[in-house]
């Protein structure tokens, strides 16, 4: 069997969990196992891999504040999410209840809150230098989901458009994550650039495939319901293809611009995006970025971290869930 992209790396993946156990203790019986469900239905620890990939990929040695570093910015991701799902009234997070859903709404606000709280301290104890960076993709986040807000239910919105939104909300917090672990090492800013440009195309991609599968997934494998982006009005790139289309494009339209889609439409907008060449476009668009993004690794010596670095590029534009 063919080594996964994490498998340098499973000791360290194993500490960020201790770590974020850690840190988010709490005397507050309700608060701590609020925290505790969001992070034990995690994902793949994207972020925090790349933090600890990029710090060996520049020369590392000892990746305690690399995990660190990583550990705070999984903290951060996942406060968002919390916020995401409020904001998008969303049912199911990786297969499991929205925390909102689970618990209460206000409880779940001062949740996410507290988290972003915990992963900014985390890391200002680790480098006060990277709290710009994190800033910076914190902000960029907002930023994004806040235009993708302003675009619901609008058959105008283009890929250039769709790239913005997705570069704010998705591909920055991934970009800052390699920013961070080569920083920590690195003794020349154009590796810190080249890690990032690297990791940001790599988010850029993460986000095409997911709007994918939001198409044509499995929701046995991704945790929700297939559709959820037409329900909720979002402009994903499927979307903007399908409604392109010659023959099914002004249906698809139709229904996306609908306040009170019924399930059927959901269904029937479905599977029309999969009648035109919508899918085969996307999955060509993060192919190309993900093969630009690969060439910023020509820049770092050969190593079994870069090879994971491509591993894991290669991985996002084949994964199903």
């Not at 800033?135 to 058959?155: I, L, T």
């Not at 010659?246 to 009170?260: K, L, M, P, Q, V």
């Not at 399930?263 to 085969?280: G, P, V, W």
Request: net charge negative.
């Amino acid at each position: 069997m063919a080594e996964l992209w994490s498998d340098c790396i499973t000791s360290e993946l194993g500490r960020v969990e201790s770590v974020m156990d850690k840190v988010t203790d709490s005397d507050n019986p309700e608060l701590k196992e609020m925290v505790r469900y969001v992070l034990a239905n995690h994902g793949k620890r994207i972020r925090s891999s790349i933090c600890i990939l990029s710090y060996y990929m520049c020369g590392g040695t000892d990746p305690t504040r690399a995990i660190n570093v990583g550990s705070a910015l999984e903290l951060i991701h996942n406060a968002s999410l919390i916020h995401d799902d409020i904001n998008d009234r969303g049912e199911m997070r990786r297969g499991a209840k929205a925390l909102y859903r689970e618990y209460s709404l206000g409880k779940s606000i001062v949740a996410g809150d507290y988290m972003f709280a915990l992963g900014f301290r985390l890391l200002g104890s680790n480098s006060n230098e990277l709290v710009d960076y994190v800033v910076e993709a914190a902000a960029s986040m907002g930023s994004g989901e806040f235009s993708q807000k302003d675009y619901e239910r609008k058959f105008s919105v283009g890929e250039k458009e769709y790239m913005d939104i997705i570069s704010g909300k998705t591909a920055r917090l991934i970009e800052c994550a390699a920013k961070c672990g080569a920083f920590l090492v690195a003794e020349d800013l154009d590796s810190v650039e080249h890690a990032g440009t690297f990791a940001f195309k790599i988010g850029q991609a993460f986000q095409i495939i997911d709007d994918i599968l939001d198409v044509t997934g499995d929701p046995r494998s991704t945790g929700k319901r297939v559709g959820t982006d037409i329900v909720e009005g979002k402009p994903t790139l499927p979307t903007i293809y399908g409604m392109e289309d010659s023959t099914y494009g002004s249906r698809i339209r139709e229904i996306f611009e609908n306040d009170h889609i019924s399930n059927d439409e959901i269904t029937e907008a479905l599977e029309l995006i999969q009648k035109t060449n919508s899918i085969q476009r996307c999955f060509d668009k993060a192919r190309s970025i993900v093969d630009e993004a690969v060439v910023e690794l020509n820049h770092f010596k050969d190593s079994i971290y870069k090879n994971a670095m491509r591993a894991l590029a290669n991985f996002i534009v084949l994964r199903d869930r």
